[in-house]
Nanobody, 116 residues
């Protein structure tokens, strides 16, 4: 079955950086577009970024993270990453990876807390 495991979260000061990783199994990773989504305390799921299938890996981002976050994938390893720079307190959330359009399959998540 589909399994997604996120890692790399933590506590970081404003302006700091973190790199999140997602390990995927149970499906042919290279054939699917993938997403990062997040959920801040008391709020619903918010889409953060997509990376499409194929060697080109077209990417898209929510406006609030453009220029600060970079999504990437390694099809050989069935992994996906999210490099997060210039972090802000409003980036504090649980971060999840999922196949695009299938957020219900998301993993357990990794907590990102941005605070001084």
């Amino acid at each position: 079955q589909v399994q997604l495991v996120e890692s790399g979260g933590g506590l970081v000061q404003p302006g700091g950086s973190l790199r999140l990783s997602c390990a995927a199994s149970g499906f042919t990773f290279r054939d699917y577009a993938m997403s990062w989504v997040r959920q801040a305390p008391g709020k619903g799921l918010e889409w953060v970024s997509d990376i499409f299938a194929g060697s080109g890996g077209t990417t898209s981002y929510v406006d609030s993270v453009k220029g600060r976050f970079t999504i990437s994938r390694d099809n050989a390893k069935s992994t996906m990453s999210l490099q997060m720079n210039s972090l802000k307190p409003e980036d504090t959330a649980m971060y999840y990876c999922a196949r695009r359009g299938r957020w219900y399959e998301r993993g357990p998540g990794t907590q990102v807390t941005v605070s001084s």
